[in-house]
C-alpha cells in the first residue's frame, strides 16, 4: 500500500467524524437544546463556573459556550476548531498505521545446503555459493533496516508540520467557504445576476426543462448561501480542507 494513504484516511474521517459527533456528545453531558440537563455533566460544569464567578455564569466562558453550541448547534468557528482537531488526531492515528504497515517483513532463509555425498570439487562450490548468498542476504537485511529507520526518522519530524497543515487547511476551509459562495454570487439576497451561480442556475433550469430540482447542486449552493452552511456541509468542507492540507504537506516532504 503506498505511503501516506492511512494518514489521509485518517485525516478526513477524524474531521468528518469530530464534526458529526459533536453535536451528540454536547448532548450526553447535558448541553441540550432545552438547557442544561439536572444531574449532568454539565450541571456539575456550570455550578462550579458559577461558585467561581460570584454566582453567575461569565459570558463567553466554556461552560456558556458549550451551552450554546447544544443549544442553537454548532458555530461556522466552532465546527473550524472541531475539524481541525479531529484531522490532526486522524494524523496521528494514521500516521501510526502507515509506520506498522510498511514496517519490513524479514528475509527468507536461506536455502537449505545440499546432501552430503557427491564430487568433493562441486561440494566446495556449492558450499562458497552458499556462503555468498548468505553476506548478500545480510548485506541487504541492513540495507533494509537502515533505510526504514531513516524513513521513520524523516516522519517523526514531518509529523508536526503535518498536523499543522492539516488543523489550518480545516479551518480555513470551513471559514472561507461563505465567502466563496457568496463571490459565486450565492448570496442571503437570492442569486446575482451576472454571477457564476446565475450561469449555473440557467444550465441547470435548461437541463431539468425550466425549473431546478430540489436537492441539485444549485439549490443546495444556493441554500447553504442564503441560511449558512449546515452541519453536515461543514463537516464535508473541513474534511476536503484538512485532506488537502495533509497531503501538500506530505507530498512537500516526500512520503506520499
Avoid: C
Avoid at 442544561?36 to 453567575?56: E, R, T
Avoid at 494514521?94 to 561440494?123: C, I, K, R, T, Y
Avoid at 516522519?155 to 476551509?173: E, H, Q, Y
Wanted: proline fraction near 5%; glycine fraction near 16%.
Amino acid at each position: 500500500m503506498k505511503r501516506g494513504l492511512f494518514t489521509i484516511l485518517g485525516v478526513a474521517t477524524g474531521a468528518v467524524g469530530t464534526v458529526v459527533l459533536a453535536p451528540v456528545a454536547l448532548t450526553m453531558a447535558g448541553f441540550t437544546s432545552a438547557g442544561i440537563a439536572a444531574g449532568s455533566l454539565a450541571a456539575s460544569m456550570m455550578s462550579s463556573a458559577a461558585v467561581a464567578s460570584g454566582g453567575g455564569v461569565a459570558a463567553g466562558s466554556l461552560v456558556a459556550l458549550l451551552q450554546s453550541a447544544g443549544a442553537a448547534g454548532l458555530s461556522a468557528g466552532a465546527a473550524a476548531v472541531v475539524a481541525s482537531v479531529g484531522g490532526a488526531a486522524g494524523a496521528v492515528v494514521g500516521g501510526a498505521a502507515d509506520m506498522l504497515s510498511h514496517s519490513n517483513s524479514p528475509p527468507s532463509p536461506p536455502p537449505s545446503p545440499p546432501p552430503p555425498g557427491g564430487d568433493q570439487e562441486e561440494d566446495e562450490e556449492e558450499e562458497e555459493e552458499m556462503e555468498m548468498t548468505q553476506e548478500l542476504m545480510l548485506k541487504y537485511v541492513k540495507q533494509e533496516h537502515s533505510e526504514f529507520v531513516r524513513f521513520n526518522k524523516s516522519r517523526l519530524k514531518m509529523d508536526p508540520l503535518t498536523l499543522i497543515a492539516t488543523g489550518a487547511a480545516a479551518a480555513g476551509a470551513i471559514a472561507a467557504a461563505p465567502a466563496v459562495l457568496a463571490a459565486a454570487g450565492f448570496t442571503a439576497g437570492g442569486i446575482a445576476a451576472g454571477s457564476v451561480a446565475s450561469t449555473l442556475i440557467s444550465a441547470a433550469a435548461v437541463a431539468n426543462g425550466g425549473g431546478v430540482a430540489a436537492g441539485g447542486v444549485v439549490a443546495v449552493l444556493q441554500s447553504a448561501g442564503a441560511a449558512g452552511i449546515p452541519l453536515a456541509g461543514q463537516a464535508i468542507v473541513g474534511a476536503v480542507g484538512a485532506t488537502l492540507g495533509a497531503v501538500a504537506s506530505m507530498a512537500s516532504n516526500g512520503t506520499v
